[in-house]
């Protein structure tokens, strides 16, 4: 991005353009990070949908046995090599179920 990119104004005062191109950037670096999420769920829950993962009729088909935890990724520099850690979701008062939307 910073390679391709042209801001007007100069260093020397409050350049509200090169703000913009920095919020910019981060955004980018977000969407890579939301791309490469999205990609490494095996499932579809809520508004992630994934056509490879629905049922017959087309309801989201979630996989609680390999997604039923709290997911943060650790930003390490690059949004490509970002790692993932991961805390098991443990349920005491209620039943994991498949849920319908219609």
């Not at 670096?29 to 490879?52: I, T, W």
């Amino acid at each position: 991005f910073w390679e391709n990119v042209i801001v007007p104004g100069t260093a020397e005062e409050f350049n509200e353009e090169l703000a913009k191109a920095g919020r910019l950037a981060d955004f980018l670096e977000l969407a890579e990070l939301y791309a490469k999420d999205a990609l490494f769920r095996e499932e579809s829950c809520g508004a992630h949908l994934r056509q490879e993962f629905q049922t017959a009729d087309g309801e989201a088909m979630r996989n609680d046995v390999d997604f039923a935890h709290v997911a943060a990724w650790e930003y390490t520099g690059d949004p490509g090599d970002a790692r993932l850690h991961k805390e098991k979701l443990v349920y005491e008062n209620i039943e994991v179920k498949q849920r319908s939307y219609k």
